[in-house]
């Protein structure tokens, strides 16, 4: 069973509002056999509390009417003889839990009605506290409906009129002004007092038990939940080894370019973020070509669109021969469009993404002429020691598009040994955290390189990974974060 409530206060709320009380066959429909254990618990009590206390009752009758006394002992011994029987008998006679305390119960009252025949004004004035006593004992400890109360009260009343009749020499006036008001009274409160408990007793157990069953099914509610939520980490685990499978090998940049790294720091367990590398072969010279690309959105949504992202990257590259990355980035906004179908009217997708793309030419006497074309993501350069920043054209790939054609500006510039640049996505500078929660901003970004960019790349890495773990310490990783750097 589920931990018992202790505050009755509120099983009774929950079953004035949200239990049929009304009903015997009341949600659970186990509080029937919660209360057969209760009440045997309560009645066994009370068969043993008459049959200990009822004979020793017997030395106060010595007392108080020993003309009487082995009359009153024989009737008491008579009720707890009775009582004890029904206790032991109560298995193989399978006595319900209500006639176990209905033997004493009404042996007991019609013990004292006979008691209250015999006895005069100063004695019934003391025996009605024993009348008094046991309605109020029964009270404590009876569990029945009102039906077996009001049984005991109707055969005590005419059992009373009986013996008063017959043996009694008071009048009614004097047994009701000394007595019999009071015991009727009392009899009358008992009645209310023991349905009242048998009802908030049943109240209490069905309040129990429906709770017990709303914590079971929140139970297995969490465990559907956690298996729910283990399957479907399970196939975001999958797809992160297929997201994984399509981004280039680090080996393979490493070998191109000795001096470079990729700082990539997914901020789900699948990231909207991607890196793209390929080197164009048949040419007369060689060319390599390397984006970052942040895609609308990370995790799940992000992966998606990545995919859709990297899968047009290798159409227009492998399969067009397109390696301009003005040119690149037409394609590709073209193609995020018509993929995601933002011509039409009705449209509600204005997903897309951001990229920072460079061609690296090799030329004759180791000239390097580098290409580069931007959706909102620059370029950082390094070269003869200087910081420069290559700005991207201020709008997306995909999404809203209000100007009749987009076009993307195509930027030439020539390296030399040595001279370094730096693409990314926003994730870095937009990382909150900090001493004052804010985001780490492109300005201590430019700074952190600039203080660092005479290192070698692989330090570089690690710096940078440092300072951007220690400044979000303490808060959720805002977006994906990838950043490419190579030195020339």
């Known amino acids: ?9 509120i099983k009774y709320f929950l079953y004035l509002h949200y239990i049929p009380m009304d009903k015997e066959t009341a949600s659970g429909s186990n509080w029937q056999d919660e209360l057969n254990i209760i009440k045997n618990k309560y009645h066994v009590i009370g068969c043993w509390v008459a049959i200990v206390l009822n004979p020793i009752w017997a030395v106060s009758d010595y007392f108080i009417i020993p003309e009487y006394w082995c009359d009153f002992l024989i009737v008491r011994v008579v009720v707890a003889s009775a009582t004890l029987g029904g206790l032991l008998l109560r298995k193989p006679l399978k006595i319900s839990a209500e006639i176990l305390m209905f033997i004493p119960f009404l042996g007991i009252a019609l013990q004292n009605a006979y008691m209250y025949s015999v006895m005069d004004i100063p004695m019934v004035q003391q025996h009605t506290f024993a009348y008094i ?15 077996y109360t009001i049984i005991i009260v109707v055969v005590t009343f005419i059992t009373n009129a009986i013996l008063f009749e017959m043996l009694s020499k008071l009048s009614v006036e004097e047994i009701l002004s000394n007595g019999g008001m009071l015991t009727g009274s009392v009899m009358i409160f008992s009645i209310v007092l023991i349905n009242t408990r048998y009802n908030l007793t049943k109240k209490e157990l069905i309040a129990r038990l429906a709770l ?27 797809a992160k080894k297929i997201q994984e499978a399509i981004l280039p090998a680090m080996a393979e940049i490493s070998k191109t370019f000795p001096e470079s790294f990729v700082l990539f720091k997914p901020k789900d367990i699948v990231s909207g973020d991607f890196f793209w590398f390929t080197s164009v072969k048949g040419l007369d ?9 942040d895609c609308t959105g990370h995790g799940v ?27 690149i980035l037409n394609n590709l906004h073209e193609g995020v469009r018509f993929a995601l179908k933002q011509d039409a009217d009705d449209v509600k997708s204005k997903d897309g993404m951001d990229i920072a793309l460079c061609t690296i030419t090799m030329g ?5 002429t580098v290409e580069y074309a931007g959706a909102n993501n620059p370029l950082f350069l390094f070269q003869n020691s200087k910081f420069e920043k290559i700005t991207a054209d201020k709008f997306p790939i995909g999404g809203e598009q209000r100007e009749e054609k987009r ?13 370094t640049f730096y693409i990314f996505s926003d994730g870095y500078v937009d990382q909150f955290g900090g001493a004052k929660d804010k985001k780490f901003m492109t300005a201590r970004f430019r700074e952190l390189l600039i203080e660092n960019y ?35």
């Open 454 to 488: 005479g290192k070698n790349l692989n330090e570089q890495k690690e710096i940078l990974d440092d300072a951007i773990d220690k400044w979000k310490e303490g808060f959720e990783q805002t977006d994906d974060i990838t950043l490419i750097g190579i030195r020339l």
């Open 1 to 9: 069973m589920s931990r018992k409530v202790n505050n009755l206060g």
């Open 212 to 238: 017990a069953e709303s914590n079971k099914q929140l139970e297995r509610k969490n465990e559907i939940i956690e298996e729910k939520n283990k399957d479907i980490t399970d196939s975001i685990n999958y």
């Open 285 to 293: 010279v060689k060319k390599y070509i390397i984006a970052a690309v």
């Open 133 to 147: 006593a046991l309605f109020i004992g029964a009270g404590m400890l009876v569990l029945w409906k009102p039906i």
């Open 364 to 368: 004759e006497n180791n000239k390097v």
């Open 407 to 419: 076009e993307f500006t195509n930027q030439k510039f020539e390296l030399e040994e040595g001279d």
């Open 301 to 327: 949504p992000g992966a998606f669109m990545s995919m859709i992202g990297n899968e047009l990257l290798n159409k227009i590259v492998l399969e067009r021969g397109v390696y301009q990355p003005s040119e």
